[in-house]
C-alpha cells in the first residue's frame, strides 16, 4: 500500500502544480442583444476583444460562454457568465471548482463609476464598490478577497440617472478610445498570468 500512497502523493502534486497554471479570467456583462454596447457590459467586450485577437470561440457551457487558450505554459480560461450581473458569483463559483482554480488565479474584469473613463485599476481584494458583479461574488464565494480588474466609466451623468448611463452605450468619444483601453487590457490579463498580480498593478494601475 506504500506505492499507492506515494503515488497517490505524486499524483497531487502535480496536479497542484497544473492547477497553478490555469487562470479564469471573468468578465462581467449581462446577456442580451440590448446591453451588448453598454458601458456595464465592458467585461463581456474586453474577453470578446482578446478572443478576436487570438483568434479564439466562445462556446456555451454551464453558467456561461467559456473560450480558452495557453501562453508560455499558461492555461487561460475566459468565462463571461449569463447569469446576469446580479447573479455573477454562481457562475465564478462553479468554474473555479470545475478547473481547480483558487481565488488568487482568478481576475474579475468590472466596469467603474467611480474612475474616470478607461481609467485602470487592479486590485487584490477590496469592496464590492455597490456593484451588484461584484457584490454576488463576495457573497457566493464568502470574501472580498480576490483579484478584480476594475475600467473606469466615468460618472459624467445627472442625477437620478445612473441606471441609464451604466446601461446606455458609449459616447462616439469614448468609442474611439476603447481599441487602445481594449489593448491595454489585454496586456494586463496575460501579465497577470505571466507576471503575477503584484507586477500586473506596479505595471499597469493608473494607465
Given at each position: ?61 454551464k453558467l456561461g460562454t467559456v473560450t480558452e487558450y495557453s501562453i508560455k505554459g499558461r ?133
Open positions: 500500500m506504500k506505492w499507492l500512497t506515494q503515488l497517490f502523493s505524486k499524483t497531487t502534486e502535480v496536479d497542484n502544480i497544473d492547477s497553478m497554471k490555469k487562470f479564469l479570467i471573468v468578465g462581467l456583462g449581462n446577456i442580451g442583444a440590448e446591453y451588448v454596447n453598454t458601458r456595464h457590459n465592458i467585461g463581456f467586450k474586453i474577453l470578446d476583444y482578446v478572443a478576436q485577437k487570438e483568434s479564439l470561440s466562445f462556446e456555451t457551457a492555461k487561460l480560461i475566459l468565462l463571461k457568465p449569463n447569469t446576469y450581473m446580479n447573479l455573477s458569483g454562481k457562475a465564478v463559483h462553479y468554474w473555479m471548482d470545475k478547473e481547480n482554480i483558487a481565488k488568487e488565479n482568478v481576475l474579475i474584469i468590472t466596469d467603474d463609476l467611480n474612475l474616470p473613463f478607461g481609467t485602470i485599476r487592479i486590485k487584490a481584494k477590496g469592496s464590492d464598490g455597490g456593484h451588484n458583479g461584484l457584490k454576488n461574488i463576495q457573497l457566493i464565494l464568502n470574501t472580498s478577497e480576490y483579484p478584480r480588474f476594475r475600467f473606469g466609466i466615468s460618472d459624467e451623468f445627472k442625477k437620478g440617472q445612473q441606471v441609464d448611463y451604466v446601461l446606455g452605450e458609449w459616447s462616439e468619444e469614448e468609442k474611439t478610445k476603447l481599441t487602445e483601453r481594449y489593448e491595454v487590457a489585454k496586456q494586463i490579463i496575460e501579465s497577470f498570468a505571466l507576471a503575477g498580480l503584484n507586477n500586473t498593478m506596479n505595471s499597469f494601475n493608473g494607465k
